[in-house]
């Protein structure tokens, strides 16, 4: 089993739309949780730590439900300048993290 | 500007080389990381550095050396032994060397061995 589970997607959207992405990892002992957004041949950028009351930013929310061991990000108003992958990622003992392959968003006009 | 450079950007080598891959930060974090990326993959740790002259083996360190004998700078070598060098190589650094923070990625370096 992968430490960190994504659907792949690609999620396909219509612009304005509310899309949500899912995310389930395997250590229990896990402290920190991250989204990070990656385009296509470039680095991942950090776009939110999930923490266990949740949070939002704008127009994101990450959600954590640490007794099924899940992970969530919602996007509502999608632009199109959200069209990237979407990584799940998990803190490991030390200072370590584990990535999710991602999910790609596609959003349309 | 404080970041993360990594150098070349693309590079390109024959079976059998060593290749060095740099990065460089300026953020003054003590912690320095590397990962390589292939297609459809999520990223897999390669080395990481906590502190100067200090450095652990990743999930994927075979084939790989490293170095940190300056805070600022952890090069990555490549050698002939690594069975698949071809991939998109990241570096990351982060504030906090006891417990996980989040990281920050320079904009990698592309490897194409043929």
């Known amino acids: 089993r992968k430490e960190v589970e994504q659907d792949p997607g690609p999620f396909n959207v219509p612009e304005g739309a509310t899309v949500a992405f899912n995310c389930t990892y395997s250590?229990?002992?896990?402290?920190?949780f991250f989204w990070y957004r990656q385009d296509c041949r470039k680095e991942p950028k950090l776009l939110m730590s999930?923490?266990?009351s949740g949070n939002e930013d704008g127009r994101f929310t990450a959600q954590l439900n640490r007794a099924s061991q899940y992970i969530s990000l919602l996007i509502r108003d999608s632009k199109l300048s959200d069209s990237a992958t979407y990584l799940c990622?998990?803190?490991?003992?030390?200072?370590?993290?584990?990535f999710g392959a991602g999910t790609i968003l596609r959003v349309k006009s | 500007d404080g970041g993360i450079t990594q150098s070349p950007k693309y590079l390109f080598r024959k079976e059998g080389q060593n290749v060095t891959l740099s990065c460089e930060q300026n953020?003054?974090?003590?912690?320095m990381y590397w990962y390589r990326q292939d297609p459809g993959q999520g990223l897999r740790l390669i080395y990481y550095?906590?502190?100067?002259?200090?450095?652990q083996k990743g999930d994927i360190a075979e084939g790989y050396s490293v170095s940190r004998e300056k805070k600022e700078s952890f090069p990555l070598t490549v050698t002939s032994a690594q069975k698949n060098p071809t991939a998109f190589y990241l570096c990351?650094?982060?504030?906090?060397?006891?417990?996980?923070?989040?990281?920050?990625f320079g904009p990698g370096t592309r490897l194409t061995v043929t």
């Open positions: 990351a650094s982060s504030t906090n060397r006891l417990r996980s923070s989040e990281q920050y």
């Open positions: 250590n229990s002992a896990s402290q920190s």
């Open positions: 999930v923490y266990s």
């Open positions: 990622v998990v803190s490991r003992e030390g200072n370590k993290l584990v």
């Open positions: 953020l003054n974090h003590d912690a």
């Open positions: 550095s906590q502190i100067v002259n200090d450095f």
